[in-house]
């Protein structure tokens, strides 16, 4: 049945927008609403995800060319294809619930069906209507939403427009807990999430719902109405509790109020329902615009003034006013609303630009600061040529020096954007003549060098003119000790000088938030990096022992001491002292701000993960395990974990507990995070471990690159392409990652496996002999080796030296290197030894060693029988 026909049976039946925002607003208690919601797929449309509709119609197709092969099929012979499938196939095909007997056709499996969901739902941007009914909701209009969809969208409206945080239910154990009374905002899933296999999407799962679900659904129904929108009717789970309260006189007393459109279908059973007391229908343009409509005459118009700063929330905004569907064009109030958000956002970007000019200082004109709006328009929209050609125009004729400075700024990055890093030097040259003694415009032409030597070379021409500048040493360190990592040998600045650099930079700025405490740390950790040496091991204790000590003397619970120490004893194998200063970080977090807590809290996560091998730690495991299930941990709601937090639960439930899902379902809430791009490394390749879907991996990375360094992206690209086997592509982006600064020994590292795993033996016996020379570090010199002579193994059939092998065992630096040299040695019991220690203290070296070509697999083959596969597609 279509809209005319059930106006025409049941006009007496229909109400209007207006009689709903009526009912809706008059409410006996502010904080009570009168109406819970239930939103279907139709709510999520306008956000990308296709509806129930759409999908049965690619599936209908789908299946009838596959039942059908010789026939063809036009998109208008879909009543042929029903009809072929009701006469043969009425055993599984059911025409009133066409959605789920075809989705359980085309997928056996419950993961199965979670991967094709999560493929469907995962990666979109809530509309426009969500942050209506966020606003809605946090003012008590509603207070629980039911929906049958499996998507994120409404809890990211939430996490991005509102600070209240609301409860979300996709379980039915979930639900016990939750009262009606409770204050907070409540999403029950009624189907479940897609994050885990136990959707509800299949014609038996739909058949009924949880108990759980089932009882609160009842139970809320005694205080609230019910407001349907974007949802069919299709399935009976809902539909029989709908029917059921209907027969009592205690549910539903403000009534059920079943938003459609005019084109919608309207199925029988829905029909019935509407019969019913009680029950009524109302026409609605769809989900956004009776939002819109009843926020307005509600609550006026949207308010989102703030700082998109936050580069999620600043995404949605912009799909807001971007208006795909046209939204504005169907809803006054949306329209109006797109204008003011709009305004607001070209004002943000007039502030923003305000800070960049430091309004104190700034004394341009009008005509220059309109010019610099422009200026910013233009580079976003990458059209550098005409704001080349505006910029040059004006470049001369600034009322300031002050403009001019600008001018040549954005003029330099253009220029540094197109790779024309000549002209964008040269230009860098005149900025700095117009104030010799700025330490930020040299820092600014340093940053155009993309070569570390290069960027070094040219800051080393600079230390007697900023000698007085500890922000000056401090980006010489920050360079410097890149540098040194990248060329070790032939560096620009000796380690001494670079200790000395740390030593003046501390003495023009002793306070504890100068960075230079902990560069000095790194630097005392390079100076004595011989591990064999009991003299000098006793030495670098010493020197590292005085310097925490100046540290602790002027503030023994700033963070960056509390950094320091932690750092020192991960890095003396410590783990006795480590766990004391977990204690003290723990004391330390009872009495702190909210800000020094999470800086607290996330040093103990970071951590965690990097003890397993640590010596004296046979409570690692119940230590890890009880701080995971403590009561500070607990009590942190779960919109406000750190990113920290949730990889540490990630790996907590991979390394420990062997729970791949739970792993799984923690990085992809960290990849959600506003800080996912300080764990990028992290993240990415523990996503590689649990998942080969590869364009997830990339839409993460490509989502952070402006948040990280360009050798870390490229490093990372590499990473996700080596996964794919495109190892041609995955040399390109390590080449790439190297010229931006990637380290040497990183670079040979994973170039040489790479090449392995290429089966290009050859080339790594080369890489090896041509630069195992610069390689200072004994651990990264037995790495190269082992790679070498795996690729002489696999070209030769024997070693080429089986006594390097042998050496490698005997220093036993690491458990993996000698498992490694084992290997190349094809001792078995050794073998089969090692590799069960190392999984049995650490479940996460499985997927290292899957991924060893020095590892022949009939070693791993038991493993991965046991293992319960979860790449997903």
């Known amino acids: 049945m279509d809209y005319a026909r059930l106006k025409k049976e049941l006009g007496h039946k229909e109400r209007t927008v207006d009689d709903l925002i009526s009912y809706i607003g008059t409410k006996t208690n502010e904080h009570v609403p009168n109406y819970s919601l239930l939103l279907g797929a139709g709510a999520s449309f306008t956000s990308g995800i296709k509806t129930g509709i759409n999908l049965v119609s690619g599936w209908r197709e789908e299946v009838y060319k596959h039942l059908c092969p010789e026939e063809e099929y036009e998109g208008y012979e879909e ?22 007997s075809l989705f359980e056709y085309k997928f056996d499996l419950p993961s199965q069906r979670r991967r094709f969901v999560e493929q469907e739902v995962d990666g979109h941007l809530p509309s426009i209507g969500y942050s209506y009914l966020v606003s809605l909701t946090t003012n008590r209009f509603f207070d629980t939403i039911y929906t049958t969809n499996f998507d994120d969208l409404l809890n990211e ?23 009606v009374n409770s204050s907070r905002p409540k999403i029950i899933k009624l189907h479940g999430d897609y994050l885990f296999d136990d959707i509800k999407s299949t014609l038996r799962e739909t058949e009924s719902l949880e108990n759980n679900i089932k009882n609160k659904f009842t139970q809320f129904s005694k205080e609230y109405g019910l407001i349907i929108i974007g949802y069919a009717g299709n399935d009976r789970s809902v539909m029989d509790v709908i029917n059921f309260l209907l027969k009592s006189e205690e549910y539903l007393n403000n009534g059920v109020y079943w938003c459609l459109r005019e084109g919608d279908y309207i199925n029988p059973e829905l029909t019935k329902l509407l019969w019913k007391d009680k029950v009524y229908f109302i026409k609605i343009s769809g989900f956004d615009e009776v939002m819109a409509e009843m926020h307005y005459k509600l609550k006026r118009e949207l308010s989102l003034d703030d700082n998109f700063t936050n580069s999620k929330k600043e995404a949605i905004i912009s799909s807001f006013t971007e208006d795909e569907y046209r939204l504005s064009e169907k809803s006054e109030y949306i329209s109006s609303d797109i204008k003011q958000l709009t305004k607001h956002k070209n004002s943000m970007d007039i502030s923003h630009l305000i800070r960049e000019l430091n309004e104190k200082e700034f004394n341009g004109s009008e005509e220059d600061f309109k010019t610099f709006l422009s200026l910013d328009r233009l580079v976003q929209e990458k059209n550098y040529i005409e704001a080349t050609n505006i910029i040059k125009s004006r470049v001369d004729k600034p009322e300031n020096i002050k403009s001019k400075g600008v001018y040549l700024k954005k003029l330099i990055l253009i220029y540094k954007a197109q790779d024309k890093i000549q002209e964008a030097l040269s230009l860098c040259d005149e900025l700095i003549e117009l104030d010799p003694f700025e330490v930020r415009s040299l820092i600014f032409k340093s940053e155009i060098f993309k070569n570390m030597t290069e960027r070094c070379k040219f800051i080393e021409g600079f230390q007697t003119k900023f000698n007085s500048n500890y922000q000056f040493h401090n980006y010489l360190l920050t360079n410097a000790i890149d540098e040194f990592h990248y060329t070790k040998t032939d560096s620009v600045f000796s380690l001494d000088f670079l200790l000395q650099t740390a030593d003046r930079s501390l003495q023009l700025e002793p306070s504890l938030n100068n960075i230079s405490w902990l560069f000095k740390l790194d630097l005392l950790n390079l100076k004595f990096n011989d591990r064999l040496d009991k003299k000098v091991k006793k030495e670098k204790e010493k ?28 890095i003396n194998n410590d783990y006795k002292n480590i766990k004391n200063i977990f204690d003290i970080l723990l004391n330390i977090y009872i009495t702190s701000s909210k800000g020094k807590k999470r800086k607290l809290l996330s040093l103990i996560c970071e951590e965690y993960p990097s003890l397993v091998d640590h010596k004296n730690n046979e409570s690692f495991y119940s230590d890890w395990s009880n701080f995971i299930d403590s009561d500070l941990i607990k009590k942190i709601p779960k919109n406000e974990e750190l990113a920290s937090l949730l990889i540490n639960k990630a790996q907590y439930y991979l390394m420990i507990e062997k729970d791949e899902e739970k792993s799984l379902k923690f990085l992809k809430l960290a990849m959600m995070h506003s800080d996912a791009s300080d764990y990028a490394s992290t993240i990415i390749n523990s996503f590689l471990n649990l998942s080969n879907n590869y364009d997830e991996a990339y839409t993460f990375l490509n989502k952070i690159k402006d948040e990280i360094k360009k050798r870390v992206y490229y490093s990372l690209k590499s990473n996700i392409l080596l996964a794919e086997s495109l190892f041609d592509k995955a040399e390109e982006s390590l080449d790439k990652s190297y010229q931006y600064g990637l380290s040497h020994t990183n670079y040979l590292t994973k170039g040489t496996f790479l090449n392995l795993m290429a089966q290009r033996y050859t080339k790594v016996i080369s890489m090896v002999d041509s630069n195992i020379d610069k390689i200072e570090d004994q651990q990264d010199q037995d790495i190269l080796t082992i790679n070498k002579e795996l690729a002489y193994k696999k070209l030769h059939d024997k070693l080429n030296d089986k006594v390097t092998a042998r050496n490698i065992i005997s220093r036993g630096l690491t458990k993996h290197l000698t498992l490694a040299a084992h290997c190349l040695l094809d001792n078995e019991i050794d073998i089969k030894r090692l590799i069960k220690q190392s999984i049995d203290n650490d479940y996460t070296s499985l997927y290292q060693f899957k991924s060893w070509p020095v590892i022949p697999e009939k070693y791993l083959s038991g493993y991965l029988n046991k293992k319960t596969e979860l790449k997903l597609a």
């Open 79 to 100: 009543f042929k294809a029903k009809d072929f499938l009701i006469k043969n196939y009425s055993n599984w095909y059911n025409l009133s619930n066409e959605y789920s």
């Open 157 to 179: 409206a939430f996490y991005q427009f509102s600070q209240v945080r609301p409860l979300v239910c996709a379980h039915d154990s979930s639900l016990q807990s939750i009262s």
């Open 543 to 570: 020197e590292i022992e005085n310097h925490l000590e100046k540290a602790k003397s002027i503030n023994d619970q700033h963070m960056r001491y509390l950094k320091m120490s932690l750092h020192s004893s991960v």
